[in-house]
């Protein structure tokens, strides 16, 4: 968005390559640099979508932005592309966490997935006395977040936190993050507490089973929650994430002065 820019760094970042593979790569992308792309990114680009030598891909890094990239030598495990252009820096994002306790594979997918789309900085996996999942596959849960980032045009990623005690996070909480707690036995109303909560900020969801009473009131006792109902409605765990986010993102996120005072890159 600086000036002097060309235009395709602007507004959109797939203005004129939208029918461009667009991929995510865990590498340091920088003008002119040639890399090798690793085999699932090379297996796509070149047997499911049929690219060659001399076509465009688009690349980013969750660092430095997004870039067109051209390939130099097609291979189906280790295609080789040199960056051409910077389209666009890496985009701000919002200070919300995405507090959650883990859930069945299927619906923990979906949420890192709806975390990523809807523009969470950081999804952390919460531990409680109901959890039901004992074994967590970060990297799964990774390469939803990867796919839904490649997909929805975002150039950075959710920070994946390893599983934490609902103890442990609460006793190491930082004194300037507000901990929006869904609470499904009640709480305030929800527009009204959120819009008086900007980042940076953290929504917390309890498991299918929901929180326990001294879990409850352990969580508010901490001096930054502000417990919330979501309805009058008991939802899914997925689902109360979810809306959850997307309301903060309505209420809090996306005011510009809150947006641009409390952004992480
Ligand atoms: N088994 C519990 C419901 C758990 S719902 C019961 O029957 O009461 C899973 C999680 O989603 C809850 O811990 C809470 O964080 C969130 N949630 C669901 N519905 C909610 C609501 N109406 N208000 C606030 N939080 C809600």
């Known amino acids: 968005m600086s000036e002097g820019k060309?235009?395709?760094?602007?507004?959109?970042?797939?203005?004129?390559?939208?029918?461009?593979?667009?991929?995510?790569v865990d590498a340091d992308l920088s003008a002119g640099g040639e890399i090798t792309l690793p085999p699932p990114a090379s297996h796509y680009l070149t047997q499911v979508m049929r690219r060659a030598a001399g076509d465009v891909v688009r690349?980013?890094?969750?660092?430095?932005?997004?870039?067109?990239?051209?390939?130099?030598?097609?291979?189906?495990?280790?295609?080789?592309?040199?960056?051409?252009q910077h389209l666009g820096?890496?985009?701000?994002?919002?200070?919300?966490?995405?507090?959650?306790?883990?859930?069945?594979?299927?619906?923990?997918d979906w949420v890192a997935e709806k975390a990523c789309e809807l523009g969470v900085a950081r999804f952390v996996p919460v531990l409680t006395a109901r959890t039901v999942i004992d074994k967590l596959n970060l990297d799964r849960l990774r390469a939803h977040m990867v796919e839904a980032a490649e997909q929805?045009?975002?150039?950075?990623?959710?920070?994946?936190?390893?599983?934490?005690?609902?103890?442990?996070l609460l006793a190491a909480w930082q004194p300037e993050r507000a901990l929006i707690f869904a609470d499904e036995t009640?709480?305030?109303?929800?527009?009204?507490?959120?819009?008086?909560?900007p980042a940076p900020a953290a929504?917390?969801?309890?498991?299918?089973?929901?929180?326990?009473?001294?879990?409850?009131?352990?969580?508010?006792?901490?001096?930054?929650?502000?417990?919330?109902?979501?309805?009058?409605?008991?939802?899914?765990?997925d689902t109360a994430a979810v809306a959850a986010v997307a309301v903060w993102q309505a209420m809090a996120g996306q005011v510009e002065?809150?947006?641009n005072a409390n952004l992480t890159e």
Request: hydrophobic letters at 50%; aromatic letters at 4%.
């Open 257 to 259: 002065a809150s947006v």
């Open 203 to 237: 929504i917390l969801i309890g498991p299918e089973g929901g929180f326990t009473p001294d879990e409850r009131a352990a969580v508010r006792a901490l001096p930054q929650t502000a417990a919330v109902s979501l309805g009058p409605r008991i939802l899914r765990a």
């Open 89 to 108: 820096p890496r985009e701000a994002v919002p200070d919300l966490w995405l507090c959650a306790a883990p859930l069945k594979r299927g619906r923990i």
């Open 6 to 24: 060309p235009d395709l760094s602007t507004a959109a970042p797939t203005a004129g390559l939208s029918t461009t593979p667009r991929l995510f």
């Open 152 to 168: 929805c045009g975002r150039t950075a990623l959710p920070a994946l936190a390893e599983p934490v005690a609902l103890g442990a």
């Open 59 to 84: 690349l980013f890094d969750d660092r430095s932005g997004e870039w067109a990239a051209t390939v130099t030598v097609p291979h189906r495990k280790a295609t080789a592309v040199r960056l051409m």
């Open 186 to 197: 009640g709480g305030a109303l929800l527009a009204a507490t959120l819009a008086g909560v």
